[in-house]
């Protein structure tokens, strides 16, 4: 039988759930000086936050349906986060190639003049018209397509944005509890008395808090109704998004979105320098979350779509790697056809005898509001402290001055010119300023220590686990880096030989 301990350690607000809504609700409620623990059943980011199309975007197609309350919200806040965060969010140039057989010409050009113009576009450049026979990115596609359309957006590392709001959650007072599991929840009077479970066994924990957040994602209404034992009649819809990552397509810069005779899209983007990344699908999902995977039906479809296109064509024997998640969307009208379903969110409070508040839905780009709009809800029932602060915040590592990223990467060079440049504008991409501590003291690449494959050495891994709460070989190669791409089997297993010794080292000391 599992021992437990009742700390009785009394908290304002318990988060459940350690994606980007969970970490951000977390960041901000610390910042405005809550006492905050956040627990979160896998790694930080382990599921949906991390499996997405790793973009800060508006939702070009999100104005077919109307929705434009969610485009401007989106957009505002894509100049927020591309400010905030500059050494892991970066423009992109997204190129539409124009099929007449699909969405007239002039639906398009209405659609990216909203897009210009509905949120506030400061940094990047509007929409325009462009002739493929003379653009760089018209070289790869079929000659048949000569007009086309181009846009910005944004990309993001998207496992990454949720570590950094946990780290800055933490560095203002949160704590953090990756691989712990909420396994009972229980109303009282003064709040909510919450067992604690961490992964792999040890002593569950009994604390308190006045205020509970439910952001477990896809598993926001099975936590609410099973382990909370609260009712709601919000319908959520769960559905299945794939990628694929291939061989680099194509040499230049720019991202494609391809239009589909089923009125989706998909995207095609550079990807870690050498692959291009192409999703996403979306597939009605039943089933254990944690548990989803590309199927074969999902393969051909992002095959086909890229084969509609290019003059290279790829088949299933192309793809180096695929990632799923499953997206917890909020269906207020019961829609059968999963794609028009809202990628908006609802935040609903529950008030009872102790008051809980669950997050349904939402996307990577709205996180940062969304955690803003759910702190208004929580300081209606606990009082409010100190005002909203995150819009003008820096996430770890991005306080560089003017946000310029390559200033920065230029005079981090000059400073440790024995770093080879590659590895610098990695470790820049990951870490922004952050990686001063990573590099204190070095002075070579030696003193970096052990390099385990591509350009991933001790230091970096021993950073990874002391700040990042990196604690396996997946978890340093997938979610905080994307080195898994380039690590062989042999060399993964060495990572995992340090990672195993350094777990029995720290369980010995426990113990003493």
């Known amino acids: 039988m599992q021992a437990v301990v009742s700390e009785e350690i009394y908290y304002d607000l318990l988060v459940v759930g350690g994606g980007v809504n969970g970490a951000g609700i977390a960041r901000d409620a610390a910042g405005r000086g809550y006492k905050v623990l956040l627990c979160e059943q896998d790694d930080l980011a382990a599921h949906t936050s991390s499996a997405s199309t790793k973009l800060i975007h508006g939702g070009l197609r999100y104005l077919e349906h109307y929705e434009f309350s969610l485009v401007r919200k989106a957009l505002t806040e894509r100049e927020v986060l591309l400010s905030n965060a500059p050494h892991i969010i970066w423009p992109l140039r997204f190129i539409m190639p124009h099929l007449p057989t699909l969405r007239p010409a002039w639906m398009i050009r209405l659609g990216l003049f909203l897009y210009d113009h509905l949120g506030r576009r400061r940094r990047l450049p509007g929409s325009e018209s462009v002739e493929l026979r ?9 000659p048949e397509l000569t007009r086309g359309f181009a846009y910005s957006d944004c990309w993001v590392q998207d496992a990454r944005l949720v570590v950094l709001n946990a780290m800055d959650a933490a560095e203002r007072g949160a704590e953090i509890l990756p691989r712990t599991r909420c396994v009972a929840a229980e109303r009282g009077p003064d709040g909510w008395r919450v067992t604690l479970r961490p992964a792999g066994g040890g002593t569950e924990r009994v604390v308190r808090a006045r205020c509970l ?3 477990a994602g896809p598993w926001v209404k099975s936590f609410l109704q099973q382990t909370a034992g609260v009712v709601t009649d919000v319908r959520v819809r769960l559905v299945k998004g794939s990628h694929i990552v291939v061989p680099r397509l194509f040499e230049h810069s720019y991202c ?7 009125q989706r899209i998909v995207f095609a983007i550079p990807y870690e320098q050498d692959y291009t990344l192409i999703g996403t699908t979306d597939v009605a999902f039943e089933g254990d979350p944690a548990g989803a995977a590309i199927d074969a039906g999902e393969v051909d479809y992002l095959c086909e779509a890229i084969n509609r296109y290019f003059n290279r064509s790829i088949a299933p024997g192309d793809v180096v790697w695929t990632y799923s998640g499953v997206r917890p969307l909020y269906d207020e009208r019961g829609e059968e056809n999963v794609s028009v379903v809202t990628r908006d969110y609802l935040l609903e409070l529950d008030r009872g005898q102790a008051p809980v508040l669950s997050v349904f839905g939402g996307k990577l780009t709205t996180y940062r509001k969304l955690a803003e709009e759910a702190m208004r809800e929580i300081e209606a029932v606990l009082g409010g402290r100190r005002p909203a602060w995150t819009a003008d915040a820096p996430l770890p590592g991005g306080d560089m001055p003017d946000a310029d990223v390559d200033g920065y990467l230029k005079s981090l060079q000059e400073r440790y010119p024995w770093l080879p440049p590659a590895l610098v504008s990695r470790l820049v991409r990951h870490y922004g300023t952050r ?9 070579s690449l030696g003193d970096l220590g052990e390099c385990y494959g591509a350009d991933l050495y001790e230091r970096e891994v021993a950073y990874l686990i002391a700040h990042e709460w990196a604690a396996s070989a997946e978890d340093i190669l997938w979610r905080r880096t994307k080195l898994g791409l380039r690590l062989s089997p042999a060399q993964v297993a060495r990572l995992e030989e340090r990672l195993a010794a ?3 080292d720290a369980r010995k000391t426990r113990r003493n």
């Open 134 to 142: 003379r653009h760089p990115a018209g070289g790869p596609l079929k």
């Open 213 to 215: 957040v439910n952001a």
């Open 502 to 504: 350094q777990g029995t």
């Open 435 to 443: 990686v001063e501590r990573l590099l204190d003291g070095a002075r």
């Open 256 to 262: 494609y979105i391809f239009q589909n005779p089923d």
